[in-house]
C-alpha cells in the first residue's frame, strides 16, 4: 500500500533552515507528481510546492517563493523541501503528498515550529 513517510521537523529560530524528508513506498516513485502541503493550527491545508515526476518542473506558492526549494531523488523514492530564511508564519505540519489513481494520499505530518 501506498505510504508516505515524512521527517526533518524541529524547532528553529526565525531566518534559520531546515529539511524536511517524505520517504514514498507502495507505487511507482518515479512516474507520479510529489507535493508538500502544511497546515497551521485553526487554518487550512495549504499547497506549499509541486515536483513533477522528473523534477522537471516545480511550482510553489507565492508566500515561500526565493526561500523554499522542492527537489526529489527518483533513485531514493524521496520528495524533500529544503526551508531557508524561516519565518514565524511558516510554523505548521508539513505533508507530503500524491494522487494516483484518482485517490489522494498523505503522510503523518512533521512540525515545524519557527520561534526565538
Known amino acids: 500500500q501506498v505510504q508516505l513517510v515524512e521527517s526533518g521537523g524541529d524547532l528553529v529560530q526565525p531566518g534559520g533552515s531546515l529539511r524536511l524528508s517524505c520517504a514514498a513506498s507502495g507505487f511507482t516513485f518515479s512516474s507520479y507528481t510529489m507535493s508538500w502541503y502544511r497546515q497551521a493550527p485553526g487554518k487550512e491545508r495549504e499547497l506549499v510546492a509541486t515536483?513533477?515526476?522528473?523534477?522537471?518542473?516545480?511550482n510553489y506558492a507565492d508566500s515561500v517563493k526565493g526561500r523554499f526549494t522542492i527537489s526529489r531523488d527518483n533513485a531514493k523514492n524521496t520528495v524533500y523541501l529544503q526551508m531557508n530564511s524561516l519565518k514565524p508564519e511558516d510554523m505548521a505540519v508539513y505533508y507530503c503528498?500524491?494522487?494516483?489513481?484518482?485517490?489522494?494520499?498523505w503522510g503523518q505530518g512533521t512540525q515545524v515550529t519557527v520561534s526565538s
Open positions: 515536483i513533477t515526476s522528473t523534477g522537471g518542473t516545480t
Open positions: 503528498n500524491v494522487r494516483r489513481l484518482s485517490r489522494t494520499y
